[in-house]
């Protein structure tokens, strides 16, 4: 009932940008914190970036003054704009979202919703 759907992961150079998205759908009632995390080869995932329904931040040292989360709450989207990538920066992004679903008759308790992820590799 709730699907959440990443893109714009790619293949880019050292130095350079990206700027992924990340839309909710389905039956949503209202989404409090949405996020980004990561998971490089042979590593455990990491959270990367988090942002409150009231627009405060929150960054894993490795990114800040270089990635910024952004969201638009009239599309159910989350943004992460990376900037400056570095080789340590490939991995795969996925983004989450605690979102409250319209059963119609009842609301369901806040869960925890996850995208398939987005590729992001980086080249030295």
């Known amino acids: 009932q709730v699907q959440l759907v990443e893109s714009g992961g790619g293949l880019v150079q050292a130095g350079g940008s990206l700027r992924l998205s990340c839309v909710a759908s389905?039956?949503?009632?209202?989404?409090?914190?949405m996020g980004w995390h990561r998971q490089a080869p042979g590593k455990e995932t990491e959270l990367v970036a988090t942002?409150?329904?009231?627009?405060?931040?929150n960054y894993a040292d490795s990114v800040k003054g270089r990635f910024t989360i952004s969201r638009d709450n009239a599309k159910n989207t989350v943004y992460l704009q990376m900037n400056s990538l570095k080789s340590e920066d490939t991995a795969v992004y996925y983004c989450?979202?605690?979102?409250?679903?319209?059963?119609?008759?009842?609301?369901?308790?806040?869960?925890?919703?996850w995208g398939q992820g987005t590729q992001v590799t980086v080249s030295s």
């Open positions: 989450n979202a605690e979102i409250t679903v319209d059963y119609s008759d009842y609301l369901g308790d806040e869960s925890d919703y």
């Open positions: 942002i409150t329904s009231g627009g405060s931040t």
């Open positions: 389905g039956n949503i009632f209202s989404i409090s914190s």
